[in-house]
């Protein structure tokens, strides 16, 4: 195939000149850079938005239980010791700590005897 200078003009005369202008100077400008944009980077940048996803939610749930724990009735799970309201929280006579619903489902039957009893409120 060879590429003569005239055919453009023939074929496309009732186009304006302008538009196949600058679709060439496109072509050629994506020519000169030669390479698609570099992407490797790409996956450390989404794991470190991973992280401050998580350091996120971490805060949140720390400033969470920071204002649990100012609240009257609120004690620590024995398990994870996030605090909770009484209420939510469901005391294990047979080991003596208070047990939020999260842990108490991780445990299901299995016995955590407990150093120190916790006081039931
Ligand atoms: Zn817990």
Redesign the pocket.
Known sequence: MQYTPGSDNGSGASNSNGSSFVHRREVRASNDTGMLPIVTTSRNYAGSLELDKLIASLKELFAQDRQTASQQDSTR??????H?SVSELCYRDEEGFY??K???RALSKTNIPMLRRQQKH
């Open positions: 799970c024995g398990i994870c010791y996030m909770y047990v939020c999260g842990c108490e």
